[in-house]
């Protein structure tokens, strides 16, 4: 369990679907639905939703790029966090939001899954925090032309490291969507 004393609740941590980094993303439309119905089942247990939303030069903020995609829509009460580094701790608030609202257990989704969702859950574990990634709910560009795997393995290597990563007080894993227990904690 998370080593944050007084850290009972859980958020899901959506993490820039945004236009600009979805738009040629792998399976988008399929894991966008899967993040709108995480969306709605953390929202229907009583579960904080925390958004992430990156800017850069590629995604100027109030931009058509950097705004999050169409079929998410984010509750007015609900936290948005701004980042510009691909660790959503990273010189952000985001600390802040989870410490206030008691939060030691995240439920992981969203993109780019060879950059920020991988930071981001590095990030969380070194910070003490529970991380479990939803296996069928990230996903990334394909960047092969550069030299990188096709995004359908960078995904699968992803889950398959995250499924068995283990550091000391903390849980983390993967689940499918359909898997996804907001209350209770992840298997290991």
């Not at 993040?35 to 953390?42: E, F, K, Q, S, Y």
Request: aromatic share 6%; glycine share 8%; charged share 25%.
């Amino acid at each position: 369990m998370t080593t944050l004393a007084d850290r009972p609740h859980t958020a899901l941590l959506v993490i820039d679907v945004q236009n600009g980094v979805v738009a040629h993303a792998h399976d988008r439309d399929r894991v966008v639905a899967n993040i709108a119905t995480l969306v709605d089942r953390a929202r229907a247990a009583g579960v904080a939703v925390v958004w992430v939303q990156h800017r850069s030069d590629d995604l100027p903020t109030g931009s058509q790029p950097w705004e999050y995609v169409p079929e998410l829509v984010r509750g007015d009460a609900e936290p948005l966090v701004h980042k510009a580094y691909g660790d959503s701790f990273e010189e952000t608030d985001l600390e802040r939001v989870l410490a206030e609202r008691g939060i030691g257990r995240l439920v992981v989704a969203g993109a780019q899954t060879d950059a920020c969702i991988r930071s981001t859950l590095h990030g969380a574990i070194a910070r003490g925090y529970d991380a479990t990634l939803v296996a069928d709910a990230h996903t990334t560009e394909d960047l092969s032309d550069y030299g990188a795997p096709p995004p359908d393995q960078v995904i699968a290597h992803t889950n398959l490291y995250w499924g068995e990563h283990r550091a000391p007080g903390r849980t983390a894993g993967t689940v499918d969507t359909a898997e996804v227990d907001f209350a209770v904690p992840a298997r290991t």
